[in-house]
């Protein structure tokens, strides 16, 4: 049939086999060529977007500001009082400015779209019988999808099978509880979305179990598409940082017009000055103090460090987030896949009757044998470990199999470990699923901390139980065992000593009768089987990034559900834990007060047997102890936690589609080493931002000292506006982005967080402006006044002046790179971009002074060698100035030049 004309209001009122017949598909789903066929029919299944603003709509923001504002006034007056020169080389000036603005700030909205490609969600869709993991974006009505709990839902599927899927449809009803699916209810035409518990709806969320289903619908033509229609205006926010320096703007714009004001009073009254050369002063002032090159240039550093952050396998989510990775001082990792491979291969297995076996072979690749005494083993010679590996492939939920001539897996890597474990042996899951066919099933969750698959076994059911060795073995019944539980408890311990993942499994007869669609009562009185070890070898990089958060100040601890003694000889091994008092479990954390919690966190490196809500509670302590906390997590129940810390990593791999909504940054490859990769970015995208702050900031401030001076004396004006709009917009706006394209002083990790609420101009900042404005503002004056004295005229001065003032721009620049190093110690081939700058800003002015169009607009000449010396020698002293700075700091804090951290 036309799946194109499908309608998607009545799919829960149908019939299965209607409903599979209406689809042209099957319960092992389509073809790939019958999807392929589909999918350009009804399109990718993606909501519609916000999307980026047009080149045209950037180019007109670059117009909205204060600045702007005054700037357009100056023309206008400039054009009534006939100085059309000025007025058209204002208007230049804006017109200049909006084109490199737009084009940095196009650049960085570019960068930030890309970013978002990479953070696509994927689905595991069942086609031609073989499961698939695909972007969600490419399936299509028709296909048979699987479902399992931390997904959310690619598109509105109908449900052909679940085991007590519980799904998220807050989104749709507002109702924070999970819906309980029935794959077997039936309902009319007329029955609301919210009580269809047939359908699970794109944007929902699974919470718990599994499940199948058939699309019925994609993109546009589900439920929440045109609600996505309907958002699709609402933009986004800047992060906190933009803000605040958009804010700063503001008030400096403010105080800058009352401050002009009050000078042009004092002018007009005190010495007698003009009105129209107090007006030129006023907007000669609001160009020198307005930071109007700030927020653009702080989006591109944002942009640049978002776009590093992602080559070293750090996304970022929310920009919020780069700021916030400076002030990281705990990070609460997972074990398993993070600061492991979380490739484990199964390399010892203990039966219940002491019989203890070796197996070869590393990763997933079933290649390695199975050995018994240093012997080979033959499984028909060793009954009951048949039927451990037996229990082991059948209560999985992972596939390993062949593809042409390489093996291909999915699923969760301990149950594709026990499935090469069981190829090892001769033991193939899809073959003994016909010999015992699953009628039913318990779905790992953490807080079962056991899964549980029930099959017909010679007309008999059979349970075949995996999971925590102290959980497995309280489901056991050990009355005819030759050794009590407490006995294997101990054969487990030793097994996490040597540093495996221990999981212990058994079996049982089941004497109730069992609902398909319901989640069976939990086991018991079951015969246990053995335990098997595993070992999940360290990350590469894993130690020596534990190692540097040590240097940096932050302090790693580990949260893993695995058993204690295995967190134990993993954290030793990365050199954060020592000793078994830095170990606490989820058992011991019951009823803990959250004082006594505090106390916890601040000793416990290693949290053992913990609970998703024993997760979130741990971060609420971090947070309440006045750490700034990042958490990783990978399921839909870390998801509190996530959101909870100051910053939530997500796992790119591993991690659940709930997991990454929640948090602010995704590690693409899953390892801890990149995390610190992250907050090395972070802090190197900070102090770009601080490096920019400064260099507009401080160039301003000396322009007003300058101008002040000048006024208060009853001097001529210094520099004339349109010359100060070619200072600031110019010849400064074409090096200030160039310092947010810095790399690392190469210290930064070895530096202590910095405080939270540390302001950006804080202490250091506050003197280096100062210091760096009166030298620059205080040199220039006299440079200036000397000049007249010497029977210079005002235009050749001003020349002079404005030449004296490129220097400073082109010198300052080499302290800006570093708060406390010396420039001298730092490589200046290390920042190309910024020596293009320099060099750009430097002739864009030379050209100016021998060009007949700028002389007659900047009012410049050619000066003579002698000048140029002077205004060399002259412009050196910042540097100067700022070096016996930087000396005199690192004299009173000699530990890295910081301040010391007060708690």
Not at 63 to 80: D, G, H, R
Not at 307 to 322: D, E, K, N, Q, S
Not at 738 to 745: K, V
Not at 761 to 775: C, D, G, P, Q, Y
Request: glycine share 8%; net charge negative.
């Amino acid at each position: 049939m036309d799946t194109a004309k499908l309608s998607n209001s009545d799919w829960h009122a149908k019939e299965i086999p209607t409903l599979l017949n209406e689809l042209s598909t099957t319960e092992n789903g389509l073809t790939h060529a019958e999807a392929a066929r589909r999918l350009k029919i009804h399109g990718p299944n993606s909501l519609p977007r916000q999307s980026g603003p047009t080149w045209w709509q950037v180019f007109c923001r670059q117009f909205k500001s204060p600045l702007i504002y005054i700037l357009v006034v100056a023309a206008v007056v400039s054009t009534f009082i006939g100085d059309f020169t000025d007025a058209i080389f204002i208007a230049m000036i804006l017109l200049l400015n909006a084109v490199i603005g737009g084009i940095q700030e196009w650049r960085a909205e570019q960068s930030a779209q890309a970013l978002q490609e990479l953070l696509q969600f994927h689905t595991a869709v069942e086609r031609e019988g073989e499961l698939l993991e695909i972007n969600s974006e490419q399936v299509t009505p028709g296909d048979v999808i699987w479902l399992e709990s931390g997904n959310r839902v690619p598109a509105d599927i109908r449900l052909l099978m679940t085991h007590g899927l519980e799904v998220d449809e807050s989104l749709f009803t507002g109702e924070s509880l999970a819906v309980l699916k029935d794959p077997t209810w039936s309902g009319s035409h007329q029955t609301p979305m919210a009580d269809r518990i047939n359908m699970v709806h794109a944007g929902s969320t699974i919470t718990r179990g599994r499940g199948k289903g058939v699309i019925v619908a994609t993109g546009t033509k589900t439920a929440i598409g045109q609600l996505a229609m309907d958002m699709v205006s609402v933009g986004s926010g800047n992060p906190p940082l933009i803000l605040r320096m958009e804010r700063f703007s503001r008030v400096v714009a403010i105080a800058v017009l009352v401050a002009a004001s009050l000078l042009a009073f004092i002018g007009i009254f005190g010495h007698g000055t003009g009105i129209k050369e107090m007006f030129m002063f006023g907007v000669a002032v609001a160009v020198s103090a307005i930071p109007e090159g700030l927020p653009i240039a702080l989006t591109v550093a944002l942009a640049v460090g978002t776009t590093r952050m992602a080559g070293r396998g750090v996304i970022v989510r929310r920009l919020a987030a780069v700021e916030g990775l400076g002030s990281c001082t705990f990070i609460a990792s997972d074990k398993t896949g993070t600061l492991t491979c979380n490739e484990l291969t199964v390399q010892e297995i203990h039966l219940a009757r002491n019989e203890a076996f070796k197996v070869s072979g590393e990763g997933f690749t079933p290649e390695g044998q199975v050995f018994f005494q240093e012997q080979p083993v033959d499984p028909a010679q060793h009954p009951t470990l048949e039927l451990l590996v037996r229990a082991a492939v059948l209560c999985n939920e992972a596939d390993l199999h062949h593809r042409g001539e390489t093996w291909v897996w999915r699923g969760d890597p301990t149950d594709i470990a026990l499935l090469s474990m069981g190829q090892k042996l001769g033991l193939n899951r899809n073959t003994a699923l016909e010999q015992f066919p699953q009628v039913n099933q318990i779905p790992f969750e953490p807080e079962y901390q056991f899964s549980a698959s029930y099959h017909k076994l010679n007309g008999d059911t059979k349970v075949f139980v995996k999971g925590a060795p102290e959980r497995v073995l309280s489901l056991c019944d050990f009355s005819e065992d030759i050794k009590s539980r407490e006995q294997h408890q101990s054969t487990a311990e030793d097994l996490a000593r040597k540093g495996y993942r221990v999981l212990a499994l058994a079996q049982g007869k089941v004497t109730e009768e069992l609902d398909s669609t319901r989640v069976p009562s939990e086991p018991s009185d079951l015969e246990f089987l053995g335990f098997v070890g595993m070992i999940d070898p360290l990350r590469p990089g894993a130690r020596n990034a534990v190692a540097a958060c040590g240097t940096s100040g932050i302090t790693v601890s580990m949260v893993t559900g695995d058993h204690p003694i295995t967190a134990l000889a993993i954290a030793r091994e990365l050199g954060f834990a020592v000793h078994s008092e830095q170990v606490v479990t989820g058992a011991e954390l019951i009823g803990k007060s959250e004082e006594e919690l505090r106390d916890i966190v601040h000793h416990a490196r290693v949290f053992a047997r913990i609970a998703p809500n024993q997760k979130l509670h741990l971060v609420q302590a971090l947070r309440n102890s006045g750490h700034f906390v990042a958490v990783t997590g990978d399921g839909v129940n870390d998801a509190p936690a996530l959101r909870a810390a100051n910053i939530g990593v997500a796992m790119g791999k591993s991690g659940t589609d709930v997991a990454r909504d929640a948090a602010e940054l995704v590690v693409s490859d899953d390892n801890f080493a990149s995390i610190v990769n992250g907050i090395e970015e972070g802090r190197i995208v900070y102090d770009n931002v601080r490096k920019v702050i400064f260099l507009l900031v401080s160039t301003g401030a000396a322009e007003i000292v300058l101008l002040t001076l000048a006024v208060i004396l009853g001097m001529p004006l210094p520099l004339l506006p349109v010359q100060l709009l070619w200072l600031n917009l110019v010849t400064n706006g074409i090096q200030d982005v160039a310092l947010a394209f810095e790399p690392s002083e190469g210290d930064v990790l070895n530096r202590q967080p910095r405080k939270p609420d540390e302001p950006i101009f804080n202490r250091l900042m506050i003197e280096r402006t100062v210091i760096s404005a009166l030298v620059m503002g205080l040199v220039g004056f006299f440079f200036f006044l000397l000049l007249l004295r010497s029977g210079w005229s005002e235009y050749s001065a001003r020349n002079a002046l404005l030449l004296l003032m490129v220097l400073f721009e082109n010198v300052h620049i080499a302290d800006c790179r570093s708060e406390t190093k010396s420039a001298f110690s730092i490589s200046i081939f290390s920042s190309p971009i910024l020596i293009c700058g320099v060099i750009g800003a430097f002739l864009v002015h030379v050209l100016t002074m021998y060009l007949p169009l700028g002389q007659k607009v900047l009012r410049t000449e050619p000066v003579d060698f002698s000048t140029w010396m002077l205004a060399l020698g002259c412009s050196l002293s910042i540097l100067v100035v700022m070096e016996i700075h930087k000396l005199f700091w690192k004299h009173r804090y000699p530990q890295n030049g910081e301040e010391p951290i007060s708690n």
